[in-house]
């Protein structure tokens, strides 16, 4: 539990006023309720008194003589007193001799009072009735009898009455007072301090140690003197923090980079690493560190000598900065070797395989170029071990370790790797591995295949295809497009693939443009991002268009908006050349990628896709009901033909056709299909429906 004296000042005063105030409240309750309370039975003390001396003879009388007629006169004065209650009078014995009570029932107080205690006094019960006792003498001075009283309680329901409102009176009184007493005392001693406070904590954060408070000289109080205090230690702060700048920057030049490349070596490399350590532990985040070493540098090194190693690892060095950010440390440890420190945080594990993974692609990519020394290209690879931190460790050494053996299985499994030290992350590296590694084999072992959806009209007539990839191993099981297609992506196997399927696409066209199809019939194909941005890929496509004899203006290239993420005019002046060679261009998915509204009257498009997710729920989702007509909408006004997708009820059908949709593919007509089975639906005698 928190002390008080650790909460703000401000705090500090209410609660102390509030505990002030509630301990005036109570001290004053009690006093008030004792003395009002003695006051009060001293008052009915000496009414009752005086009762019982005006009737003292006619008790003795009646104790001595006992005459009916004394009786009833007794009863009759003692009805005369409204804050008599209950009267008993007794005999010395204890013999009661006459009993008056209002309510006509004796006070069970009475049962228990016995002769030895009628003693003069009184006291109150539960409900403030007063109870007095009596002695009788006679007239030579012989006590006779007893009479014992039971006065009304109304002037006590007055009395607490009363005193609750002065007590709720005083309570308010109090805590206006506690909470004045607390914006007063706030006012001289918070608020100034806060104000210095303030400017403290600007100076501290703008780290401006050459700026000083400014301070009133008539000024005497505490608050000043610290200011003054502070001033003193300001000047003496820039004063060393001017002198440590100048003996970092030197430090630095001589102790903390490599000499050959100008990254950081292994003093700053452990520095880096001691303070992300300690932002990763204390704020529960996640970092991961890489251990690169150059696959047969040693090779390179002893055959052409240490100037080629020495301008090779000079590259190497600038090809890391390309892929590496800002805020990661690269360091060189020696020879060939290299470490990365991850100096971008994120909040989970999951997040920094990710993020190593997207890493790797792009290192992979750079490394695979060429590498000019000396007049002669080298091609290199990289074996690279990675671990995470604060999870596997939060010691410098024990994480090096960890990656510099990770880095050693990835050159066990045969270079050219990376190879996570976790075994959960390595089992998920190790099921990428291997998906990589089997669809290298799918593509020599032939276990892809095309599968066509038809693209129709409302009425369901064929108007063309969707050429779609199929994974079906020799198991007979069948791998996900969803699963595969992404390690392509990343690995780079989006190449070959991508070669293949247009090959096969070009292949079946051919086929079909032999049985007449029709002139409009088009077919197709998706183009991977990665694919479309190699330099030569205008060149293969019209090579493998020419090699299978079919004809550009049967084929549509579908491209992602993935696309319009590098140069734009590249990507405009490629699709140009695709379009002039008869191709027509559609842009698939669009609207849940990245924008290009702003580009997209400049590309030389023939069609837009409406994506399926949008599609899927127009007909409960508002939002997407009206996206899907605006991009109608917006292709019409473009003069763009536009093609829905997963079309897969009448509703559907019914609210595309009607906002001016014409061209639909969808489970709602066909399915993908085999080619053969395509074939016989468009040539043989089969009924569309």
């Not at 009898?145 to 308010?172: F, H, M, P, Q």
């Not at 038809?454 to 199929?470: C, M, N, W």
């Not at 190449?495 to 696409?505: D, F």
């Not at 023939?606 to 605006?630: C, G, M, Y």
């Amino acid at each position: 539990m928190m002390k008080l004296s650790h909460y703000p000042f401000r705090n500090q005063f209410v609660v102390l006023m509030m505990t002030l105030a509630s301990l005036m409240i109570a001290f004053y309750s009690i006093f008030t309720y004792f003395n009002e309370k003695e006051e009060y039975l001293s008052e009915l003390g000496n009414e009752i008194k005086v009762i019982s001396r005006v009737l003292e003879n006619d008790y003795a009388r009646l104790l001595m003589i006992g005459l009916p007629s004394e009786s009833i006169e007794l009863l009759n004065k003692w009805k005369q007193f409204p804050i008599i209650e209950h009267v008993d009078l007794k005999e010395m014995s204890g013999q009661s001799i006459l009993h008056y009570s209002k309510l006509d029932q004796p006070h069970q107080t009475f049962h228990n009072i016995k002769p030895q205690e009628t003693l003069e006094a009184n006291q109150l019960d539960r409900v403030g009735h007063l109870f007095f006792y009596k002695d009788i003498v006679e007239f030579n001075g012989e006590e006779v009898g007893v009479v014992s009283y039971v006065i009304s309680n109304k002037k006590y329901d007055a009395l607490v009455g009363e005193l609750t409102k002065r007590i709720a009176i005083s309570i308010l009184i109090a805590l206006a007072l506690a909470v004045f007493l607390s914006l007063w005392l706030q006012k001289i001693f918070v608020a100034p301090l806060k104000r210095l406070m303030i400017r403290i904590k600007k100076i501290a954060d703008d780290q401006l140690y050459s700026k000083t408070l400014s301070i009133n000289e008539n000024d005497k109080s505490e608050l000043a003197s610290l200011a003054k205090h502070f001033n003193v230690l300001l000047q003496r702060m820039d004063k060393t923090l001017t002198e440590v700048e100048n003996s970092r920057v030197l430090a630095q030049e001589l102790a903390y980079y490599d000499d050959l490349t100008g990254l950081a070596n292994r003093r700053l490399l452990t520095e880096h690493m001691e303070y992300v350590l300690d932002i990763a532990t204390r704020e529960n985040q996640h970092g991961a560190l890489l251990f690169i070493d150059l696959d047969n540098f040693k090779t390179l090194n002893d055959s052409r000598g240490h100037a080629a190693g020495d301008e090779l690892l000079k590259k190497v060095a600038e090809s890391l900065k390309k892929v590496f950010r800002s805020t990661d440390t690269i360091a060189r440890l020696g020879g060939d070797e290299f470490v990365i420190l991850s100096g971008h945080l994120e909040d989970s594990e999951e997040a920094v395989i990710n993020q190593v993974h997207s890493l790797m692609l792009k290192l992979r990519h750079v490394l695979s170029e060429k590498f000019v020394v000396l007049g002669e290209s080298y091609h290199l690879t990289a074996s690279i071990g990675i671990t995470t931190f604060p999870n596997m460790a939060d010691n410098i050494d024990i994480l090096m370790k960890q990656a510099d053996t990770a880095m050693y299985r990835a050159k066990e499994a045969g270079r050219d790797g990376y190879h996570f030290y976790q075994p959960e992350m390595q089992a998920i590296a190790d099921s990428r591995l291997q998906m990589e590694t089997d669809l290298r084999l799918a593509l020599e072992a032939d276990e892809l295949e095309l599968f066509y959806q038809p693209q129709v009209d409302e009425f369901g007539r064929i108007l063309g295809v969707e050429a779609l990839l199929r994974w079906f191993k020799k198991d007979g099981s069948m791998v996900s497009p969803a699963d595969f297609i992404p390690i392509a992506e990343m690995t780079g196997l989006i190449l070959p693939v991508g070669e293949w399927v247009i090959k096969e696409a070009f292949k079946q066209l051919a086929i079909w443009q032999r049985g007449d199809i029709s002139p409009s019939f088009r077919v197709s194909i998706n183009i991977s991002p990665y694919q479309f941005h190699q330099n030569d890929f205008v060149q293969d496509i019209k090579g493998l268009l020419n090699e299978s004899g079919a004809l550009a203006s049967h084929v549509t290239l579908e491209m992602t908006e993935g696309i319009t993420i590098k140069d734009i005019q590249s990507t405009i002046d490629k699709m140009e050349k695709l379009s002039d060679m008869g191709f027509k261009l559609s842009m698939d998915d669009f609207g849940t990628g990245y924008s290009s509204l702003m580009y997209l009257k400049k590309l030389p498009l023939n069609e837009l896709k409406v994506d399926q997710s949008f599609v899927r729920d127009l007909e409960t989702d508002r939002s997407d009901a009206e996206i899907a007509a605006t991009i109608i909408a917006m292709a019409k006004n473009l003069k763009l033909e536009v093609v829905a997708e997963g079309v897969e009820d009448e509703s559907q059908l019914a609210f595309l056709t009607h906002h001016g949709c014409l061209v639909f593919q969808g489970y709602y007509f066909y399915k993908p299909m085999k080619a053969a089975d395509l074939t016989e639906l468009m040539f043989g005698h089969a009924v569309i429906l």
